[in-house]
């Protein structure tokens, strides 16, 4: 158990940085300071307090990133409530399931959300609050408090503050760190979405490690006050949630809220107004920005002979980075991706022209870090090293830097157990405390994990080869048209289900029959760079993009079998 504590880690934080910039919504301009932000919480905890919200009780979130669901998000955790974010792409049904299964007294929605649901559903739910009208859209029968104390907050508030609120009056509960603190249910990859239960040392294990994560190169901290994150992932997602905003706000960093993910001119106009310090992103975004912006470059006119030339290719490496670094806003230490496996072409080249990029490894389970490194420590392929001091990882294998096994890892960050649900918590959880993760990797001599697929998806051949789709996979959409794919196995063959890229088709006049042509030319090029083994027997083109879950990853459990 650590020292360090979350909750009293944001108490010295809003106390010592109350007259920096802590919050600020990108399209409106709306800023909220430290101190502004600390009335807001001091405001919300009356809230809770005076309609009888407890210590441990559920209160659920959801709606797009903005400043009031991140003061909601804190004013639940700094009382000493669980926090369950929910993920604003879920159905409505899938809503009204977790605020039953997690037993949530009330929930606070973003505008036009509650309209949605069936209150009939929802049988504990006593109320549901607007976040960004501060108003009681939902009160059972038997419950009226919650508007009578909305409707009288601000003079709760100056009468508990008479002289006005100071730093002094900044004081959070003593939720101790094994006490459960985020209830966060997962996006479902696999079809079945669990309550990953996390306690405050979970997420403490996490900003502790980003606090005090210093750049090799410059011998200064990534997270400092004043430094700026973009936020565009979504909140309530475990990745997204605890760098974009839970360890800016560890070191009195400034968080600008972009809402969701946008589209590639709102982010980069964004990103060059704000000049993020710190970036954390999925690969999509650096993987479209390789292929619309960088391989263009590198394929046509005269840098594309240029590159042939060793002693000119340096030169134009230097010219590629330094534009891309400008298109991110050009202040940039440390550019973090995770979510999702990256495409090894895409990443070869980010890090031959020295962009500042770490691959990281996590899951909801670890809240969400596992293995880390440095951009200058990297090493290319794999998602660095579990956090030294926090986390431990191992591969359960007669050889692990050679023959890929499944991954556990033992820690700080690892969950307490899915909620009521202890079957699916005996399968991960063994009783020595290593947590089986679902996912093959090896690992080298220097500690570098290497992923290699996920467990469920690994497919096992007639005559005992393990073939791990993902591999294929990178190497088909890094081939002409192709936008993305999956390899799958139908009736004993392997079969390639493959997104063309249909807008640079439209860009290049390719028609359906050329483009069947260039993806069958495709299977082709891809069966002499895999082994025989892996070879792909049939494929099929898909007429829209995977299915995907609110990180971009595709839900593969819904095109598997057919």
């Not at 640079?504 to 483009?515: T, Y």
């Amino acid at each position: 158990m650590l020292q360090d504590n979350l909750i009293k880690m944001y108490e010295a934080s809003f106390r010592q940085h109350g007259n920096l910039p802590v919050l600020t919504d990108y399209f409106s301009k709306q800023t909220l300071t430290y101190s502004q932000m600390s009335e807001q919480v001091a405001k919300l905890h009356i809230f809770f307090e005076k309609t009888g919200i407890k210590a441990g009780d559920k209160v659920a979130l959801i709606g797009r990133n903005n400043i009031n669901w991140c003061v909601c998000y804190i004013a639940t955790i700094t009382y000493g409530a669980v926090i369950v974010p929910i993920l604003q792409d879920f159905n409505p049904a899938a809503v009204e399931n977790i605020v039953t299964h997690s037993e949530s007294r009330i929930i606070f929605t973003g505008e036009n959300f509650w309209q949605q649901y069936d209150a009939d559903r929802m049988p504990l739910l006593e109320a549901a609050i607007s976040f960004s009208k501060f108003e009681v859209e939902y009160q059972r029968e038997d419950v009226t408090i919650y508007a009578e104390v909305i409707n009288d907050l601000d003079n709760l508030f100056v009468q508990k503050y008479p002289q006005g609120f100071t730093a002094d009056d900044i004081k959070y509960a003593d939720v101790p760190n094994e006490n459960m603190i985020l209830l966060n249910y997962t996006s479902g990859t696999t079809g079945a979405s669990k309550g990953v239960m996390l306690s405050v040392n979970n997420l403490t294990g996490n900003m502790v490690f980003a606090r005090d994560m210093d750049n090799p190169v410059t011998g200064k901290k990534y997270f400092y006050p004043e430094c700026r994150s973009l936020s565009f992932l979504p909140l309530a997602h475990a990745y997204g949630c605890a760098f974009d905003f839970l360890a800016p706000l560890v070191v009195g960093g400034h968080i600008t809220l972009l809402g969701k993910m946008p589209s590639p001119k709102i982010l980069v106009d964004a990103m060059q107004n704000v000049k993020p310090t710190v970036i954390c992103s999925v690969p999509l975004v650096l993987e479209k920005v390789y292929r619309k912006m960088i391989l263009p470059m590198l394929e046509k006119g005269p840098m594309s002979i240029a590159m042939k030339i060793p002693l000119l290719n340096t030169a134009l490496y230097t010219i590629i980075r330094s534009k891309l670094m400008a298109s991110f806003g050009g202040e940039t230490q440390i550019f973090i991706v995770g979510g999702a496996p990256m495409n090894m072409e895409t990443e070869a080249f980010l890090r031959k022209i020295n962009f500042p990029l770490t691959i990281g490894y996590g899951m909801t389970e670890c809240a969400p870090l596992i293995s880390f490194e440095h951009p200058s420590l990297f090493k290319t392929g794999s998602c660095g090293k579990g956090l030294p001091g926090i986390m431990d990882i191992k591969i359960i294998s007669p050889d692990p830097q050679n023959i890929a096994g499944e991954i556990l890892v033992k820690g700080e960050n690892v969950m307490m157990g899915y909620y009521k649900n202890e079957e699916a918590t005996k399968a991960v959880l063994l009783d020595d405390g290593w947590l089986r993760t679902g996912d093959m990797g090896i690992m080298d001599e220097e500690g570098n994990l290497f992923i290699r697929g996920r467990c469920k998806t690994m497919i096992l051949t007639a005559n005992g080869q393990n073939i791990y789709p993902e591999e294929i996979e990178d190497k088909l959409n890094n081939l002409p048209m192709v936008l993305e794919s999956l390899i799958v196995e139908r009736s004993g063959v392997l079969t390639a289900l493959i997104v063309p890229d249909y807008d640079q088709a439209k860009v290049e006049g390719i028609g359906q029959e050329e483009l069947k042509a260039i993806i069958e030319d495709n299977i082709k090029k891809l069966n002499t760079m895999v082994n025989s083994y892996e070879k792909v027997g049939r494929y099929e083109i898909m007429e829209h993009e995977f299915e995907k879950t609110p990180k971009r990853s595709i839900k593969r459990y819904l095109y598997q079998a057919k």
